[in-house]
């Protein structure tokens, strides 16, 4: 009974990851990621403001220490509690010096709030399952290193995440945040097959699995790095602007990035036929055939049609799905 309620809370965190993941693309792909300029409220708020009088000085109004407002083009953060009177005074407010982003579209707070929301929800089954495996430390020591590695991994990731909006999604800590993702979701990977019986026979190609899945990585890193100079483009035109011509703005990564895509579809095209000589044509290794030649599809029409801003969360998704199928590959229990 105990391993079905472990092998049903991993199930959970990993959709739930899986939804961050999809929520951090999206903000990404709105522009929402400054949508709340603190951490880990917004706007000093538990749940965001809706309308921009929120968030602007009123006359009469009671403040809360932490809150946020935007006046003068700046953001201020009330220094304690207290009731505004009819002039703005400035000794009840500090000057939140974090960054200078001070434009207030609620549209993009609860893009971003969402993710943030999906974020706290992940840690629920995640902390449960440390719990459980505490308990059951002696008899399943290998459930506490997962779930206690997996928690771990999570707690980086919010860090991470309050880094980011304080360094106004600086260049770099946006890739470290999405492998943080995945590497949680192959733990998660890993903890479900440790839980699960045997699928399947040995084959001479099982071998292969692991160096897909290290070449899918790096071909993600790469992926990344060319994402983080579509949004320093972004920064430098604006969010509504076009984008035609940006990609003969984006340096040879993007063709690097380009070939290897070929390289992966590839072997993952040729281990899937291989495997399917031998008689194992596993559930697994025709999902994550769909899942590259959509992810090679959608990678061409980002190069050759300007980078069409809908695109990038589903050329995203297709990555995690495949990077969880692969781990699967690798990490399954077999038969002898």
């Not at 993941?21 to 990404?28: M, Q």
């Not at 590259?292 to 599809?297: G, W």
Request: charged share 15%; hydrophobic share 50%.
């Amino acid at each position: 009974m105990k391993s079905l309620w472990f092998r049903r809370l991993v199930r959970i965190e990993i959709v739930l990851i899986f939804l961050v993941i999809l929520a951090g693309s999206v903000v990404r792909m709105t522009g929402s990621g400054m949508g709340c300029p603190d951490w880990p409220k917004c706007f000093g708020y538990i749940v965001p403001p809706t309308e921009e009088g929120q968030v602007l000085w009123t006359a009469g109004r009671e403040y809360h220490k932490g809150q946020i407002i935007v006046h003068d083009e700046a953001l201020y953060s009330a220094a304690s509690d207290f009731v505004a009177g009819e002039v703005y005074d400035d000794s009840n407010w500090v000057k939140y010096t974090k960054h200078d982003y001070a434009i207030f579209n609620p549209v993009h707070t609860w893009v971003e709030y969402v993710n943030r929301l999906f974020g706290a929800l992940s840690g629920v089954p995640m902390l449960l399952l440390f719990v459980m495996s505490l308990i059951s430390i002696r008899k399943k020591p290998l459930y506490f290193v997962l779930s206690a590695l997996g928690l771990f991994l999570l707690g980086f990731e919010a860090w991470l995440g309050k880094e980011v909006v304080d360094g106004h999604l600086i260049p770099g800590q946006i890739t470290y945040h999405m492998m943080g993702a995945f590497a949680i979701v192959m733990v998660l990977v890993f903890f479900l097959s440790r839980l699960s019986d045997h699928t399947g026979e040995r084959t001479r190609f099982d071998k292969w699995f692991l160096p897909i899945l290290i070449l899918l990585l790096a071909q993600t890193v790469l992926g990344t790095q060319v994402r983080e100079q579509v949004d320093a483009l972004t920064k430098q035109f604006g969010h509504e602007a076009g984008r035609v011509g940006w990609v003969d703005q984006i340096d040879t990564l993007i063709y690097v990035h380009r070939s290897l895509s070929l390289l992966v579809s590839a072997a993952i095209l040729w281990l899937w036929y291989r495997l399917k000589k031998e008689g194992k044509s596993y559930a697994f290794t025709t999902w994550t055939v769909v899942m590259v030649l959509c992810a090679t599809t959608s990678g061409a029409l980002l190069f050759y049609f300007d980078l069409p801003r809908i695109l990038q969360p589903v050329h995203l998704m297709l990555s995690a799905g495949m990077v969880a199928t692969l781990s699967w590959g690798v990490f399954r229990r077999k038969a002898h």
